[in-house]
Nanobody
């Protein structure tokens, strides 16, 4: 009933750009906080960015600040992650996740709903 579906991943050269989408169904995103996380092989999931429900505040990990932008399209019930100036270290599976409360957090344990992930590979 509650689903999140990521799309937009792929192979891109260093310095290139990708836009990831997180489409929600079964619920509306207005009052939900949406987080983007990523996980590389052998590493823990790490928070990348989040967009709070209601207030619309955003946060970014230091490693992506100035390069990534999170946005929300209420009409499409979709959250986006625009990724510019991509680096090889950005290579990972990217997940979107949702939590009901209006607060950005990078602890993945606080997000009960998750998408299946989309692969982003940055390589020449």
């Amino acid at each position: 009933q509650l689903q999140l579906v990521e799309s937009g991943g792929g192979l891109v050269q260093p310095g290139g750009s990708l836009r990831l989408s997180c489409a929600a169904s079964g619920f509306t995103l207005d009052s939900w906080t949406i987080g983007w996380f990523r996980q590389a092989p052998g590493k823990e999931r790490e928070g990348v960015s989040c967009h709070s429900g209601g207030g619309g505040s955003t946060e970014y990990a230091d490693s992506v600040k100035g390069r990534f932008t999170i946005s929300r399209d209420t009409a499409k019930n979709t959250v986006y992650l625009q990724m510019n100036s991509l680096k090889p270290e950005d290579t990972a599976v990217y997940y979107c996740a949702a939590r009901l409360f209006n607060r950005c957090m990078f602890n993945y344990a606080n997000y009960p709903y998750w998408g299946q992930g989309t692969q982003v590979t940055v390589s020449s």
